[in-house]
């Protein structure tokens, strides 16, 4: 009786060696000639180079159907009218929403500043005793400050972008 690990081994190699020739028969030459790819080469094709590296997987892609495209000669004067009304409700409605946002930026922006005070807001309770604390309020003051004045910024060229509301 044979030993059984030698067995054992002796499958395993001959698996593996089925497995490699199946992988080389799949990997055979891969040309391409224009936009095309094949594995072998007419006489008659011209410019066909075989490729190198790794794998090729070409997926077909199925043509849609032609989609009718209604021209602007079909579209009624009284459908563009009413998107042109919709268009210019949306956009008195933005700018209202825009408004609102910058008088409330305006608002805080008014509120940080008093606060702040030129660099020197008044101590509060526990920052008498604790210089760092009070440091680090006026730092985040500042921060405040800038941020408020960034989005001042931003609402404003959002509402230079909107057309004037008649």
Excluded: W
């Excluded at 060696?17 to 594995?39: F, K, M, P, V, W």
């Excluded at 005070?117 to 604390?133: C, I, L, S, V």
Aim: glycine share 6%; net charge positive; hydrophobic share 35%.
């Amino acid at each position: 009786m044979k030993n059984p690990i030698l067995m054992s081994l002796t499958a395993t190699l001959f698996v593996a060696t089925l497995a490699a020739t199946d992988l080389a028969q799949a990997q055979s030459r891969i040309y391409r000639c224009g936009n095309e790819y094949t594995n072998t080469v007419q006489s008659g094709q011209k410019g066909c180079k075989p490729l190198e590296g790794g794998n090729v997987t070409v997926v077909q892609r199925s043509r849609p159907d032609a989609v009718r495209v209604a021209s602007a000669s079909q579209v009624s004067e009284s459908t563009r009218r009413e998107s042109d009304a919709a268009q210019r409700a949306r956009d008195v409605d933005a700018r209202q929403i825009l408004e609102a946002e910058l008088r409330k930026a305006e608002a805080r922006q008014a509120e940080l500043q008093a606060e702040y005070n030129n660099g020197e807001p008044e101590k509060m309770g526990p920052e008498f005793r604790n210089h760092q604390k009070y440091l680090d309020r006026v730092a985040e003051l500042k921060a405040s400050i800038e941020r408020n004045e960034s989005d001042l910024a931003g609402i404003r060229r959002e509402l230079g972008r909107l057309p004037e509301s008649k």
